[in-house]
């Protein structure tokens, strides 16, 4: 990949973090700084693990994300909390557990829950250091106004509030300008359309588009989050970018239709790469790469994708359903072309660019995220800040890891539940496909996995019985 830098580049870039990477080595300490840095956040959504060329996709070209691996830190065991969105989603804003906050399953146009207002977000959290805040993209964390993005920290919104297969809310604020589709009226929205499929775009909390043109939609959030981060660039700044795509149904403009080696799946994901080196090359213009941290991933595993050599896809708790792609990239500050294979995950962003802007994460209830900048930073020995880490799905624990062992415990699967699964336990270093059950020959870890189970059953609770912990969902009135 180096090849593909001019030299003189890499050799600075690679440098440069060399020197930041050994100075954080010493003191263990967040990089200082004139001002807090930009975290940019782009969140794909139902990428799998072996969706990007530099974790292994064989056809689906990624030049800019396989640059941005090259100048940053590649994670291999990245974490999301949820094999689906909507919990995904609750974690990364909120630093914990879906079920903590009880946000475990997705929601649709028809919920009455959503984030709670007693939550602190992370973008409640920068805002109050003074940074501008936007949100562009997928939301789904309530599409009712006291659950949008704007009322939870971001100064702006530009997004379809849920996936992209569902529906017309009955009641949502509708712009007086709103661009609508032919023989359609404002009256006509206030009732809300059943079809499937077609989604609105709303501007902060209004929609000002019905049905979205979903070719255009990466493009147009390109074109906002450059917006935002050009009127944004003398100040710190946090954009948090959850793509719509490539959730179904598939949708890419016409000048990247046709061009990747896999169908339509592969030209969107070249067209996310794509919309990633514009923002990239966007913070080099302005002169303020140095001063921001990026970050890219996914909400949770394939739905039509490859998660390989992971086992399992979205909507299970095997390694394919949460185990994510994860690239890290901030010149100077984290070591360039190196890979971290210790456990993080995406509730460990919230304690940690909370630290790097000066702050801290909520001391007045549990946070389950903890701070990973010595990970981040490649500090000579830093480990896992995790004992363990649970696969919850819906309210069910199904699985926990500690260390490089995996234990699932048994349960039902498949579509008429006619498959058993575990107990079973797995060595991820030495069976990363989870294939070779060898619980029998390791009572011990599965004794001592267990006990950590019990514990997190007692302290968010698993299926219908609720830990001392859970704090409820936001609600309506």
């Known amino acids: 990949m180096a090849s593909r830098l001019n030299r003189r580049e890499f050799l600075g870039v690679a440098g440069a973090a060399a020197v930041t990477a050994s100075r954080a080595a010493l003191s263990g300490e967040a990089p200082a700084a004139q001002r807090p840095p930009n975290f940019i956040i782009l969140f794909a959504d139902d990428q799998g693990?072996?969706?990007?060329?530099?974790?292994?996709?064989?056809?689906?070209?990624?030049?800019?994300?396989?640059?941005?691996?090259?100048?940053?830190?590649?994670?291999?065991?990245?974490?999301?909390?949820?094999?689906?969105?909507?919990?995904?989603?609750?974690?990364?804003?909120?630093?914990?557990?879906?079920?903590?906050?009880?946000?475990?399953?997705?929601l649709f146009p028809n919920s009455q829950v959503g984030i709670s207002g007693?939550?602190?977000?992370?973008?409640?959290?920068?805002?109050?250091?003074?940074?501008?805040?936007?949100?562009?993209?997928?939301?789904?964390?309530?599409?009712?106004?006291?659950?949008?993005?704007?009322?939870?920290?971001?100064?702006?919104?530009?997004?379809?509030?849920?996936?992209?297969?569902?529906?017309?809310?009955?009641?949502m604020a509708i712009a007086k300008d709103a661009k609508l589709g032919p023989g359609l009226s404002l009256d006509?929205?206030?009732?809300?359309?059943?079809?499937?499929?077609?989604?609105?775009?709303?501007?902060?909390?209004?929609?000002?588009?019905?049905?979205?043109?979903?070719?255009?939609?990466?493009?147009?959030?390109?074109?906002?989050?450059?917006?935002?981060?050009?009127?944004?660039k003398d100040k710190p700044f946090l954009l948090y970018l959850p793509h719509t795509m490539p959730h179904y149904p598939l949708h890419v403009s016409e000048r990247f239709k046709g061009k990747s080696a896999t169908g339509l799946y592969g030209d969107v994901i070249e067209c996310l790469d794509w919309s990633t080196g514009q923002i990239l090359d966007t913070l080099r213009k302005l002169?303020?790469?140095?001063?921001?941290?990026?970050?890219?991933?996914?909400?949770?595993?394939?739905?039509?994708?490859?998660?390989?050599p992971l086992r399992g896809r979205k909507g299970s708790t095997w390694e394919?359903?949460?185990?994510?792609?994860?690239?890290?990239?901030?010149?100077?500050?984290?070591?360039?072309?190196?890979?971290?294979?210790?456990?993080?995950?995406?509730?460990?962003?919230?304690?940690?660019?909370?630290k790097l802007a000066g702050t801290q994460a909520p001391t007045d209830r549990v946070i389950d995220g903890r701070d990973i900048w010595p990970l981040m930073a490649g500090v000579e020995g830093a480990r896992t800040p995790h004992e363990a880490y649970f696969y919850y799905r819906g309210y069910s624990l199904e699985a926990v890891r500690s260390g490089n062992w995996k234990l699932h415990f048994p349960r039902r699967e498949g579509r008429k539940g006619d498959q058993q699964v575990g107990p079973a336990l797995?060595?991820?270093?030495?069976?990363?496909?989870?294939?070779?059950?060898?619980?029998?020959?390791?009572?011990?870890?599965?004794?001592?996995?267990?006990?950590?189970?019990?514990?997190?059953?007692?302290?968010i609770g698993d299926g219908k019985k609720a830990g001392k912990n859970r704090r409820p969902p936001g609600t309506v009135g």
């Open 49 to 106: 693990y072996a969706d990007v060329g530099c974790f292994g996709a064989p056809k689906i070209k990624t030049p800019n994300l396989d640059r941005m691996a090259v100048e940053g830190r590649k994670f291999t065991s990245f974490y999301v909390s949820a094999p689906v969105c909507t919990p995904s989603r609750s974690t990364l804003m909120t630093g914990c557990y879906a079920q903590r906050v009880s946000l475990p399953n997705v």
């Open 118 to 171: 007693k939550e602190v977000t992370i973008a409640e959290l920068l805002k109050a250091r003074g940074y501008a805040t936007a949100c562009v993209g997928k939301w789904h964390l309530g599409h009712l106004p006291q659950f949008l993005p704007t009322r939870h920290g971001f100064d702006s919104y530009l997004g379809i509030p849920y996936s992209n297969d569902m529906w017309l809310a009955a009641d």
């Open 188 to 232: 006509d929205l206030k009732k809300g359309n059943r079809k499937r499929n077609d989604s609105p775009l709303l501007r902060n909390e209004e929609v000002i588009e019905y049905p979205v043109d979903q070719t255009t939609l990466t493009e147009r959030y390109t074109e906002e989050a450059i917006r935002f981060i050009t009127a944004s």
């Open 287 to 308: 002169g303020i790469d140095q001063q921001t941290c990026v970050i890219y991933t996914s909400d949770n595993g394939p739905a039509a994708g490859s998660a390989v």
């Open 320 to 354: 394919g359903g949460m185990r994510e792609p994860c690239i890290l990239r901030w010149p100077g500050h984290i070591p360039a072309g190196t890979t971290c294979d210790e456990l993080a995950a995406t509730m460990d962003l919230l304690p940690t660019f909370a």
């Open 426 to 459: 797995y060595d991820l270093a030495a069976d990363i496909g989870e294939a070779n059950n060898v619980a029998g020959a390791h009572a011990d870890v599965v004794k001592r996995l267990e006990a950590l189970a019990a514990q997190m059953r007692e302290d």
